[in-house]
């Protein structure tokens, strides 16, 4: 079976801290996709980044990067120097031979001026 | 970039009303996916369609719920007799592949039942 499991349901920091989002899954295929997504108050999905089982080099977007590591079935989110406008819910997803997108529970980060 | 449209933004309706949720999937596409978000839960998957008829349903969508393409660029989603706890958001996502793992989604409209 297939699974995404975000243990943080809610975090607080103030601004400018650092803080970063796990994100667990578990999966039998070889071959799947893991997917991140901000869920504004607004309530529309944010697309951030999509990452295939084959590459485990991680990624940097500015404030955002990610931490892929198949060992431990895991691809964990940070934002560096939080902001304001970082405050939403932030949504681990996962797609593998099947194609279905499995969601994580998400994520609620509060960044407090 | 093309992209993935929803309308209305926001639906508000009495209980036992007949609600449907358009979405203009990206052009090319061919597979269409009803996701559901009950207010501050998770995203669930509803239904997917593709060569105009359903190809995978999830429990959640019972006998109330229908989808249709009715032309060449909509893709609906019908609800016959709203009930309080249909009040959600409502995604609609589409990808151009069966072998594709990526869904683009829409914006969402977020139907409240009073």
């Known amino acids: 079976a297939q699974k995404v499991t975000q243990a943080q349901t809610e975090i607080s920091v103030v601004e400018k801290e650092d803080v970063t989002l796990d994100c667990v899954y578990e999966t039998r295929d070889t071959t799947y996709y893991l997917f991140w997504y901000k869920q504004p108050p607004s309530g529309e999905l944010v697309f951030l980044i999509r990452?295939?089982?084959?590459d485990e080099q991680n990624e940097i977007s500015g404030r955002y990067s990610w931490n892929f590591q198949k060992s431990t079935s895991s691809f964990n989110f940070t934002i560096t120097a939080s902001q304001v406008v970082d405050s939403a819910v932030y949504f681990c997803?996962?797609?593998?031979?099947?194609?279905?997108?499995?969601w994580g529970l998400g994520t609620s980060l509060a960044v407090n001026p | 970039e093309p992209e993935v449209t929803q309308t209305p933004s926001h639906q508000v309706t009495q209980m036992g009303q007949e609600v449907i949720l358009r979405c203009v999937p990206i052009?090319?596409?061919?597979?269409f996916y009803w996701y559901r978000q009950i207010l501050g839960q998770k995203v669930e998957f509803l239904v997917s369609?593709?060569?105009?008829?359903?190809?995978?349903k999830s429990e959640i969508f019972d006998d109330q719920f229908s989808v249709e393409r009715p032309d060449g660029s909509n893709f609906t989603l019908k609800i016959r007799s709203t009930k309080l706890e249909d009040s959600a958001m409502y995604f609609c996502a589409s990808k151009q592949d069966r072998d594709l793992f990526e869904q683009y989604f829409g914006p969402g409209t977020r139907l409240t039942v009073t």
């Open positions: 997803a996962l797609s593998g031979n099947n194609r279905k997108l499995i």
């Open positions: 369609f593709y060569n105009n008829e359903i190809s995978e």
């Open positions: 052009s090319n596409h061919l597979y």
């Open positions: 990452r295939n089982s084959f």
